[in-house]
């Protein structure tokens, strides 16, 4: 497949040639196309020659992505065939870059495969934060299950005659003076008993 620019000022004489090539695959029960080889010519003679990679889709769809590259920070989808011919001094870079070599129809491109991973690294951030806060929340519902109330474990007691019925007569035995400096004092004779189990 051939891109030839015409006579656009200095591109006159570059033409941009992709080598596609189309394979059967058994385990998915489809043919698939790859693209093999880009080659940049200049007035009939190679110049620079880059062997594409991981650029492939099926052979009924067409092929997408944001960033076809020689350069590292685009992921580096072309690379140089050779480290002596002129490639290296080339910097290929197409944008919003779409290719179907075969089955074409009317003339439009077909459903795209995007080069999109699924696990960017974006998206693995955002799974390792859920996994993060699921960890807490399970943490958190052990805890207060697990969360010993004081209620059930009191217990009060007191002696018989404590909630009984007090008559002004008794409340002179209730009460025994304390003896101290001038001032005075009473102690319960009665006391509650009460009992925390933890």
Known sequence: LSLKFGDIGNLKGLVIRFLLTTSYYQLSVQNWFSLHRLQLLYNHSIQATFNATR???????????????????YDALLIPSSANDLSKLWEVT????????????????????????FFSPAILMGLVMSLILLLVLAYALHMLIHLKSLDRHYEC????????????SD???????????????????????CKIYI
């Open 55 to 73: 650029i492939h889709a099926p052979a009924s769809y067409s092929y997408h992505c944001e960033h076809v590259s020689s350069l590292q920070r």
């Open 94 to 117: 197409f944008t919003d870059f779409q290719i179907q070599g075969f089955n074409i129809q009317e003339g439009h491109f077909a459903y795209a495969k995007d080069c999109a991973s």
């Open 157 to 168: 007691k007191a002696s018989p005659d404590y909630f009984a019925q007090m008559k002004d």
């Open 171 to 193: 409340m002179g035995d209730e009460k025994e003076p304390l003896r101290s400096s001038g001032n005075e004092s009473y102690e319960l004779r009665n006391q509650q008993i």
